[in-house]
T-cell receptor
Framework: NAGVTQTPKFRILKIGQSMTLQCTQDMNHNYMYWYRQDPGMGLKLIYYSVGAGITDKGEVPNGYNVSRSTTEDFPLRLELAAPSQTSVYFC?????????????FGPGTRLTVT | AQSVTQLGSHVSVSEGALVLLRCNYSSSVPPYLFWYVQYPNQGLQLLLKYTSAATLVKGINGFEAEFKKSETSFHLTKPSAHMSDAAEYFCAVSDGGRGSTLGRLYFGRGTQLTVWP
């Protein structure tokens, strides 16, 4: 199993550009999450999904969009990038069963908006 | 609602010394509790988890944590620090699917552990 994979690893965007961060998991997990991590602030939940076709906002959804057309994929879309979106983005998945509420994380995407 | 407070954003110890990273939680239902470790430029990796079985939980790399309901704490310890333990550590709480937040994890702000030779 590859687990959770994310692409790209690094990206530099200009203000106003758009991009999609890709996330794929091969563990057949229903739950998937997008977080951003800023220094000293821990992880903030952007969006999450409890299954294909079902998504919901987290703590900091503004400026982002998601879709979940398959169990495996959960892309995060940035429209009109702003410097405040400079961050490290992590995707995670979770089995959602009573014995497996731990989350499995991807390696992250480091995004700089200038 | 679930929340986590990690006391001390930075902890420094000498190699061979005791490591103690503090975590207090708030939960509206009996919690599931987790410690994750993040090495530089990597994602988060599970160290250990408490899911209502034994209150003393052993994890990878010699770490352990004790769930204390009366103190609402889940502190992480390791008897003897190693240079390779230098990383950022995150405590997280979940309702384990038994509450309204459907098993979502709520993370603390993290504690950066530095180990001196």
């Amino acid at each position: 199993n590859a687990g959770v994979t994310q692409t790209p690893k690094f990206r530099i965007l200009k203000i106003g550009q758009s991009m999609t961060l890709q996330c794929t998991q091969d563990m057949n997990h229903n739950y998937m999450y997008w977080y951003r991590q800023d220094p000293g602030m821990g992880l903030k939940l952007i969006y999450y999904s409890v299954g294909a076709g079902i998504t919901d906002k987290g703590e900091v959804p503004n400026g982002y969009n998601v879709s979940r057309s398959t169990t495996e994929d959960f892309p995060l879309r940035l429209e009109l990038a702003a410097p405040s979106q400079t961050s490290v983005y992590f995707c995670a998945s979770q089995g959602g069963s009573t014995t497996d509420y731990e989350q499995y994380f991807g390696p992250g995407t480091r995004l700089t908006v200038t | 609602a679930q929340s986590v407070t990690q006391l001390g954003s930075h902890v420094s110890v000498s190699e061979g010394a005791l490591v103690l990273l503090r975590c207090n939680y708030s939960s509206s239902v009996p919690p599931y509790l987790f410690w994750y470790v993040q090495y530089p430029n990597q994602g988060l990796q599970l160290l250990l988890k408490y899911t209502s079985a034994a209150t003393l939980v052993k994890g990878i790399n010699g770490f352990e944590a004790e769930f204390k309901k009366s103190e609402t704490s889940f502190h992480l310890t390791k008897p003897s620090a190693h240079m390779s333990d230098a990383a950022e550590y995150f405590c997280a709480v979940s309702d384990g699917g038994r509450g309204s937040t459907l098993g979502r994890l709520y993370f603390g702000r993290g504690t950066q552990l530095t180990v001196w030779p």
